[in-house]
């Protein structure tokens, strides 16, 4: 029986090399000096930090730009909000979202169920969904309605196997 795997990754390279390249923009751009402006990364979260709220913005539409340069989702990202810091600075958390939460499975699984396919099945496995079926094609239409769906997630499709 034909199946696939529906997840949610972020490839935490691209990820790092972005936050590398907004970092070094960051460090040189005129506008940004004296402003105490930085871009870092942590585990799992990238931290913003400025003098001034607009300078904050200004370094968080530079990452936005790198991380939409190097391919990663914005919908991989959460812009915490801003919040006061040491001697009269911001800083901004971001986190990125990884694997589909439980939450998120059971709609994208209603989802499928509401497409009305006969023999078509999705079961959550972890952090990722697999959906089988009798014929290819049938999950083809399935990866195609999925596609054209907004879950705010970035969704990969993998693992398809006959």
Known sequence: ?????????????????????ASREVATR???R?????VELGDNEIVLRS???????????????KLVKRKVSLKAVDFGKVEDAAKGTVRQSVTLVSGISPEKA?????????LGQKGIQSQTQ??????????????????????????DLPLQFGNLRD
Do not use: H, W, Y
Request: glycine content about 6%.
């Open 106 to 114: 059971k709609l994208i699984n209603s989802f499928i169920k509401g």
């Open 126 to 151: 972890g952090d990722q969904i697999r959906v089988s079926g009798k014929k290819r094609d049938q999950l083809q239409e399935v990866i195609q309605a999925l596609k054209g769906e907004d879950f």
């Open 1 to 21: 029986m034909p199946s696939f795997d529906v997840t949610s990754q972020v490839d935490m390279q691209e990820v790092r090399n972005s936050v590398d390249q």
């Open 51 to 65: 003098a001034t709220e607009d300078r904050l913005k200004a370094a968080r539409q530079v990452l936005e730009e």
């Open 30 to 32: 005129f506008d940004f």
């Open 34 to 38: 004296n402003t105490g402006s930085s």
